[in-house]
């Protein structure tokens, strides 16, 4: 049998390109050869919440696999059949021995594409890390990449049951798919017009009130400064660990953008809000429709599109021409990504109309 193959140091090298050619393949019928993962990481190849995400997609599909294992930087992954609606629990932490706070929201990356274009209803419970660096968090699943995608005809809800923060993890979100979502719409946002709102949560986890609070009302005089009212709420919230973050949320005429920091030992609740409200304004005042990760979490989707999309990005980043590259490595779409005035640049996709997609027969 002839395997796709991707080289998973391309690029950035990391995770990503494991996830995105997941989900091609699901939803494609592709088989491929993933070689070199992660290879750009501190620690290469598989981690608990990359080996999660391989056996969850490969669960939509009856993907047969190999080197599905921690630590694996080779996988062979064979779909069997095409994509199927129905109810799955997800958790990462069976993927480790002793736990894992794995980002839960990087695997509902991986199977929401397959999910929404398979025919029926999906529900899917995740278990593990829902407010962890280097991933995004529920906060911003839920407001921006969610909303974004029911722009182009998906249709998914998530909730929160409990939050979990790294290093423990042992948090819970629920998601539901309504399938069937063909054809998808083109996303265009070359412009993003007039800021409606700004919105937010100021979150800590085992923590004393004072502590989102204090971050709550240091964003909002920065934004104020900077002529932007911002509704921020400060919340408690019980979990596994101890944890602290802000989660802000932009609301335009075209389109929608967030921004996270989180806590750590020895960083005030202050400079938390500092970093957020910092990449906020730095988006703001780049004039461009979307941030630079909300735009490298919608090409997968958005060249599955029948007509082409085209949106302006603050910045484009090494995820975005790498998961660029991906797409193109299956032939479904062609990514042309332009640099535009002042460091942004101008994202164009063409769907291939010959693309045939598994989940949708």
């Given at each position: 049998m002839d395997l796709l193959r991707i080289d998973g140091s391309y690029g950035e090298g990391g995770g990503q390109i494991l996830r995105t050619a997941l989900s091609l393949a699901a939803l494609t019928g592709t088989a491929v050869r993933l070689e070199n993962i992660r290879a750009r990481r501190r620690k290469p190849g598989l981690a608990a919440q990359h080996l999660t995400a391989v056996k969850a997609v490969a669960l939509l599909c009856d993907a047969r696999i190999e080197g599905a294992d921690l630590g694996s930087q080779t996988l062979e992954f064979i779909p069997c059949r095409s994509v199927r609606a129905g109810d799955?629990?997800?958790?990462?932490?069976?993927?480790?021995?002793?736990?894992?706070?794995?980002?839960?929201?990087?695997?509902?990356?991986?199977?929401?594409?397959?999910?929404?274009?398979?025919?029926?209803?999906?529900?899917?419970?995740?278990?593990?890390?829902?407010?962890?660096?280097?991933?995004?968090?529920?906060?911003?699943?839920?407001?921006?990449?969610?909303?974004?995608?029911?722009r182009m005809g998906v249709r998914a809800e998530l909730s929160l049951i409990r939050s979990g923060w790294y290093p423990i993890g042992k948090g819970e979100a629920r998601l539901t798919v309504e399938g069937g979502r063909w054809p998808l719409k083109a996303l265009k946002a070359r412009n993003r017009g007039t800021l409606q709102a700004v919105t937010g949560r100021a979150l800590a986890a085992n923590l004393p009130a004072h502590i989102?609070?204090?971050?709550?009302?240091?964003?909002?005089?920065?934004?104020?400064?900077?002529?932007?009212?911002?509704?921020?709420?400060?919340?408690?919230?019980?979990?596994?660990?101890?944890?602290?973050?802000?989660?802000?949320?932009?609301?335009?005429?075209?389109?929608?953008?967030?921004?996270?920091?989180?806590?750590?030992?020895?960083?005030?609740?202050?400079?938390?809000?500092?970093?957020?409200?910092?990449?906020?304004?730095?988006?703001?005042?780049?004039?461009?429709?979307?941030?630079?990760?909300?735009?490298?979490?919608?090409?997968?989707?958005?060249?599955?599109?029948?007509?082409?999309s085209l949106f302006s990005v603050e910045r484009i980043s090494p995820h975005l021409t790498t998961n660029a590259w991906v797409v193109e490595r299956f032939g479904l779409a062609r990514v042309d990504i332009r640099p535009a005035d002042c460091g942004t640049g101008l994202v164009r996709i063409r769907g291939n109309p010959s693309g045939v997609c598994h989940a949708h027969p």
């Amino acid at each position: 049998m002839d395997l796709l193959r991707i080289d998973g140091s391309y690029g950035e090298g990391g995770g990503q390109i494991l996830r995105t050619a997941l989900s091609l393949a699901a939803l494609t019928g592709t088989a491929v050869r993933l070689e070199n993962i992660r290879a750009r990481r501190r620690k290469p190849g598989l981690a608990a919440q990359h080996l999660t995400a391989v056996k969850a997609v490969a669960l939509l599909c009856d993907a047969r696999i190999e080197g599905a294992d921690l630590g694996s930087q080779t996988l062979e992954f064979i779909p069997c059949r095409s994509v199927r609606a129905g109810d799955y629990t997800l958790d990462v932490e069976e993927a480790r021995e002793g736990g894992s706070a794995g980002a839960i929201m990087l695997v509902l990356q991986a199977i929401l594409p397959p999910l929404a274009l398979a025919e029926g209803a999906s529900t899917v419970s995740l278990r593990g890390g829902t407010h962890v660096p280097m991933s995004p968090p529920f906060d911003y699943v839920r407001e921006v990449w969610l909303p974004t995608l029911a722009r182009m005809g998906v249709r998914a809800e998530l909730s929160l049951i409990r939050s979990g923060w790294y290093p423990i993890g042992k948090g819970e979100a629920r998601l539901t798919v309504e399938g069937g979502r063909w054809p998808l719409k083109a996303l265009k946002a070359r412009n993003r017009g007039t800021l409606q709102a700004v919105t937010g949560r100021a979150l800590a986890a085992n923590l004393p009130a004072h502590i989102p609070e204090r971050m709550a009302a240091r964003a909002q005089r920065i934004l104020a400064d900077a002529g932007i009212v911002a509704a921020i709420e400060p919340a408690v919230l019980q979990a596994a660990c101890a944890g602290a973050g802000l989660f802000l949320t932009v609301r335009y005429d075209h389109c929608l953008a967030g921004f996270t920091a989180l806590g750590q030992r020895g960083k005030t609740a202050e400079r938390v809000a500092e970093e957020a409200c910092g990449a906020l304004l730095a988006h703001y005042r780049s004039g461009a429709a979307l941030e630079e990760h909300l735009a490298d979490q919608i090409v997968l989707l958005a060249a599955l599109c029948p007509e082409e999309s085209l949106f302006s990005v603050e910045r484009i980043s090494p995820h975005l021409t790498t998961n660029a590259w991906v797409v193109e490595r299956f032939g479904l779409a062609r990514v042309d990504i332009r640099p535009a005035d002042c460091g942004t640049g101008l994202v164009r996709i063409r769907g291939n109309p010959s693309g045939v997609c598994h989940a949708h027969p």
